[in-house]
């Protein structure tokens, strides 16, 4: 009786003891790029904007600020010898301290190819998808780089998921066909939401969980090309939140501003300018089928030639807010810097 009653105290203890061992996080299952190339359902345009995020927050004290610049000359050719010493940082108007400096040119990329389907595309849609194929061919090293292609007019849809297979992305673009809407202009067939599909894309496509870390091999260039006149008449959200968000998830865009400009309100211009200037990115205005060619083959060129610079911020407030980054070249007027213009500090509850 006494071996039987200790057994059943030996059994007991052990079972209290698994319950208070933490379960193991589950893991993702793998993406199968097979399955993802095929159609899918529209993805949530209606949901909610996030507070707060810490997406691209900064441990500080551990970890650095990792910014990513282009350098150009006023003729738009990438500059590449540009060395540490002349170059300064400053965040939020104060001089930072450079830990790294160096040329990139291996770094892995994440490209969300994002192509409009509304009316202003119908005839420049061809040539958009046989430029960005081009594209996504030359820059997509296998098993190193990825890419996913997403269309929007109303509503945003998921075409291919981030492959790094070239064959995979080639039956995706293949999959996409314009299809011309006979509904009256004032329908919400008719409608465009722009802003929505950039949140969408840099919230649900590229955003990344891990926060920017010392070392520069965790980085990953992530950007959004984005193939539109420029045209927002439905988004629930604004340009102001397309863009916080882009800075949230670390998201380049390069914007290509094309459409019919006879039979629609023409390019805006002015919304591709600064969704470039925000996040580091660029905004073209190809005329002809040519010009398109040579934008892609300058976006790339650029994301092949960038550099890397990394500080740790002076400021150790752990407020959570927006912190503007500049990163200056002296003594070369004649150079211009592209960079994304800050990111979001940590708060003491990321920190934890």
Known sequence: MKVLTALMVLTVCSLSGLAQRPRPAAERPPKNDSQSAQKKPPL????????????????LGTDLVNVLFTAVDRNNRVIGDIRQEEISVLEDGRPQQIFTFKRETTLPINIAILMDLSGSQEYTF????????EFLRSIIRPNRDSAAILTFQDDVELVQGLSSRIDTLNRAFDTIQYSSRLAPSSSRHQATALYDAIYITADEILAHDDYRKASDDAVTRRAIILLTDGVDNASRRKLDDAIDR???????????????????EGIREDVLRRLGEETGGRAYFPRGADD??????QIESEMRSQYLVAYSPSNLTHDGRFRRVEVRVNA??????????GYYAATEDVRK
């Open 44 to 59: 949530d345009s209606n949901k909610e904007p996030e507070v707060a995020s810490s997406d691209d927050s900064v441990r």
């Open 126 to 133: 061809p040539q958009e998808k046989i430029a960005a194929g």
């Open 246 to 264: 882009a800075w949230r998830a670390g998201v380049v865009i390069y914007s290509i501003g094309i459409g019919d400009r006879f039979r629609f």
């Open 292 to 297: 398109l060619l040579n934008d892609f083959r």
């Open 332 to 341: 070369r007027p004649d150079a211009r810097i592209i960079h994304r213009r």
